[in-house]
T-cell receptor
Framework: QKEVEQNSGPLSVPEGAIASLNCTYS??????FFWYRQYSGKSPELIMFIYSNGDKEDGRFTAQLNKASQYVSLLIRDSQPSDSATYLC????????????FGTGTQLKVEL | DVKVTQSSRYLVKRTGEKVFLECVQD?????MFWYRQDPGLGLRLIYFSYDVKMKEKGDIPEGYSVSREKKERFSLILESASTNQTSMYLC???????????FGQGTRLTVV
């Protein structure tokens, strides 16, 4: 079992719709969770992070964390073509060094 | 803004050469990381460092070494480059603790 799992996609949604991206992780001791966006040929950039169970909202983005189910998700409301990218889920298991473990990413395509 | 700068955007090296990839960050971050990114495999951690002269192996350290003589600089060394080390290499840095990582622009290395 991979430490961080994501569906590779592509996930296609129409413009204006809600895109839902999901991620599961295997280590129950994981402490913090990050969503990065990566455009083709570019480096990852942070969208959001979440530490506590529940929802965290930032503009059109909402991160959801359920530690009991070892599940974290990212919702993108009013999806735009500029949201088309690969979304990477990353998990910090804590301890020294602040090491992040990444999923393989989900490709999102927002269609006109 | 945090700036993480990698010395080269593109690099072509011959099999057997010793290769140095340099990374500099300007935000006084304690942690620095080297990842490689390959299609279908996502980002995989090669090495990380949480302090000057300190280093720890990541998930795929074989064939690589690192050096951190100054806090702002973290170097990745391919002792004898091989074709299976052709990849995108990403450097990142973060503050000590449970915080997000900031990435450099990446170095696309081709070993021929």
């Amino acid at each position: 079992q991979k430490e961080v799992e994501q569906n590779s996609g592509p996930l296609s949604v129409p413009e204006g719709a809600i895109a839902s991206l999901n991620c599961t992780y295997s280590d129950r001791g994981s402490q913090s969770f990050f969503w990065y966006r990566q455009y083709s040929g570019k480096s990852p950039e942070l969208i959001m992070f979440i530490y506590s169970n529940g929802d965290k909202e930032d503009g059109r983005f909402t991160a959801q964390l359920n530690k009991a189910s070892q599940y974290v998700s990212l919702l993108i409301r009013d999806s735009q073509p500029s949201d088309s990218a690969t979304y990477l889920c990353a998990v910090n298991k804590g301890g020294g060094g602040n090491k992040l473990t990444f999923g393989t990413g989900t490709q999102l395509k927002v269609e006109l | 803004d945090v700036k993480v700068t990698q010395s080269s955007r593109y690099l072509v090296k011959r099999t057997g050469e010793k290769v140095f990839l340099e990374c500099v960050q300007d935000m006084d971050h304690e942690n620095m990381f080297w990842y490689r990114q390959d299609p279908g495999l996502g980002l995989r951690l090669i090495y990380f460092s949480y302090d000057v002269k300190m280093k720890e192996k990541g998930d795929i350290p074989e064939g690589y070494s690192v050096s951190r003589e100054k806090k702002e600089r973290f170097s990745l060394i391919l002792e004898s480059a091989s074709t299976n080390q052709t990849s995108m290499y990403l450097c990142a840095s973060s503050l000590y603790g449970n915080t997000e990582a900031f990435f450099g622009q990446g170095t696309r290395l081709t070993v021929v």
